[in-house]
């Protein structure tokens, strides 16, 4: 016997839909990249994501053409994205921390067909635009005053090309399962992959981040995405966000600290999400100035752990609560909250601290294990680590064009590559990536934990943990460390910090200075890059 309720496909031109209708007038703000603040509501994004829609069928893209954007978050960008999905192609976010061959390979492999692009970035598209050669048209985002008279390539305004058509036009009736939108990974390791989502799996998505332990927002609130829309969809809030009629504040392509804040401020924003380098620079703007936040209430941090330090900075001096989640562009991207379950209600101080270094547990829709290499799943005790394993209806179940199936088995556990242990009450901690543990005379050593440690003591800015060749363990750990301005502590002021909080031979074998920690482009600490500049050191007790 089959159910008797309506088939209602979920299209994520939908969210828009809703959004215009129940809180059309309700604000879209972005810091613009021509300069000012610009402002407009959700009845307008949809109104021009149709014309979007329109201009794209007029101009023969189709169905499943995959166009690409390169830009900051937005108003205009999320008209795009609507407008893209509206027509039936596929959005597909770049990211322009990548090298400009990076940008192209990928493009090449997707075979974009058109790119939207901010006036930023459009030296990147003059860079490599002959090499794309399935690219047929450039729109820059943009009106006509400001295209650059002067280019290579045939550019058209963002502004003159949807004014070009009336808006008269229907979104297409697609199957739910058809693509909507592709995000390649970092790809720290081998060739970026594709990952593709479809309407189903990025509305289910949204319909996941809504619950009140997941994001949590609703239509009271003012959300800043200051993660970026083409970092694993800004976190879906481009989604959420409409879904729940929250106002949304784009920070565009200003992330400094001072930049942040002013729109923290004057937009009274209560609600923001980004990875922790971004609040590494915003929290060292207010120490210098002084500067509180009276408006903001949470912020949800993620991409890459959050120092303990971070939470309790959070906490105790700006009243704002933290909620640590993890991810990946495989996930669309959200895997676990730490919003706080009852079990440990009444919990305070340093206890509160304890928890939120963990990543949280997982909402309604996403399943997680950890296993050893041989599929064996550990218990839920807080301790044994290994394999951390997902799936669920917003996880891969493949990248594009068939690369890493080793990554996926046939239950459709999508095994993350990330080390972790989950607790008897369902929250996970990730102790490394896999290949980033170190391996000391045939135990674990977990990089994240005695780098969260690290940035614990007041005069260092950041810290990495990598294994240096030792004749004696095989690896032993180093850590690198960055001082805060003006400060000058010595490698043995961290050591003595760190005794006693760690096990002993966790303790690091040296400790090493450098100004400034690589960074991928998606904020994560570039190990891969740290362990070819150290290759040749030579730790003091080897
Ligand atoms: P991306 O797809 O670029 O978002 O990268 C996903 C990866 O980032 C995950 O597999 C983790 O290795 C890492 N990551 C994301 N969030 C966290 C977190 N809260 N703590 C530690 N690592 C994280």
Redesign the pocket.
């Known amino acids: 016997m089959l159910g008797l309720m309506q088939q209602w496909p979920l299209l994520c031109h939908k969210i828009i839909d809703y959004a215009a209708q129940q809180h059309g007038d309700r604000e879209i703000v972005t810091r613009s990249v021509e300069g000012p603040i610009t402002r407009t509501n959700y009845r307008s994004v949809r109104e021009r994501a149709l014309k979007v829609a329109q201009a794209l069928d007029r101009d023969g893209f189709k169905e499943g053409d995959r166009i690409a954007t390169l830009a900051w978050n937005s108003a205009r960008h999320m008209e795009c994205w609507y407008g893209i999905m509206g027509v039936g192609g596929v959005y597909h976010t770049l990211n322009p921390r990548l090298f400009p061959e990076q940008i192209a390979w990928i493009m090449n492999h997707a075979e974009d067909r058109a790119i939207f692009v901010d006036l930023t970035f459009l030296p990147i598209v003059e860079a490599i635009a002959d090499k794309v050669g399935s690219l047929k048209k450039i729109i820059v985002l943009t009106d006509d005053a400001h295209l650059p008279k002067e280019s290579k390539l045939d550019l058209v305004a963002y502004e003159s090309w949807i004014d070009s058509v009336d808006g008269d036009f229907e979104w297409k009736q697609l199957d739910e399962n058809a693509a909507a939108g592709m995000c390649y990974?970092?790809g720290t390791t081998g060739d970026p992959k594709g990952v593709v989502y479809s309407h189903r799996s990025n509305v289910l998505h949204a319909l996941i981040s809504c619950q009140p332990d997941a994001l949590g927002v609703g239509s009271t609130e003012t959300v800043m995405p200051v993660v970026p829309m083409f970092?694993?969809n800004a976190w879906g809030i481009t989604f959420t966000g409409p879904m729940v009629g929250a106002k949304i504040v784009n920070p565009g392509p200003l992330m400094d600290g001072a930049s942040i804040y002013e729109l923290l401020e004057t937009e009274k924003v209560s609600f923001t999400a980004a990875v922790p380098t971004v609040w590494l620079m915003l929290l060292s703007y207010l120490e210098e100035t002084g500067k509180k936040l009276p408006h903001l209430q949470r912020v949800v941090?993620?991409?890459?752990?959050?120092p303990r330090a971070m939470t309790k900075t959070f906490r105790d001096e700006y009243g704002v609560e933290v909620n640590?989640?993890?991810?990946?562009?495989?996930m669309s991207?959200l895997g676990t909250l730490g919003s706080v379950k009852p079990a440990y209600a009444g919990l305070d101080g340093e206890a509160v601290l304890d928890l939120k270094e963990k990543?949280g547990y997982a909402p309604f829709g996403v399943e997680m294990k950890v296993t050893d290499d041989e599929n064996n799943e550990h218990p839920w005790d807080g301790s044994t680590f290994g394999r951390l394993k997902v799936r669920g209806p917003a996880v891969a179940s493949a990248y594009y064009g068939g690369a890493g199936a080793e990554n996926f088995d046939d239950e459709s556990w999508f095994d993350?590559?990330?080390v972790a242990h989950i607790n008897e009450h369902g929250y996970m901690q990730?102790t490394d990536?896999a290949k980033d543990v170190i391996k000391s005379g045939g135990e674990w050593i977990s990089t994240?934990d005695l780098e969260n440690l690290a940035v614990g003591h007041p005069d260092i800015m950041e810290a990495a943990v990598i294994g240096v060749q030792h004749p004696k363990w095989d690896e032993r750990p180093l850590l690198i460390c960055v001082r805060k301005e003006g400060k000058t502590p010595e490698g043995s002021d961290i050591l003595g910090f760190m005794e006693g909080k760690i096990a002993k031979w966790w303790m690091p074998d040296d400790v090493a200075f450098v100004d400034e920690i690589p960074h991928t482009a998606?904020g994560?600490i570039q190990k891969m890059e740290l362990r070819e500049q150290f290759a040749d050191y030579k730790l003091p007790t080897a």
């Open positions: 990974t970092s970092h694993a941090i993620g991409g890459s752990a959050c640590h989640a993890w991810g990946m562009t495989e991207p990543q993350t590559g990330d990730i990536r994240i998606t994560k």
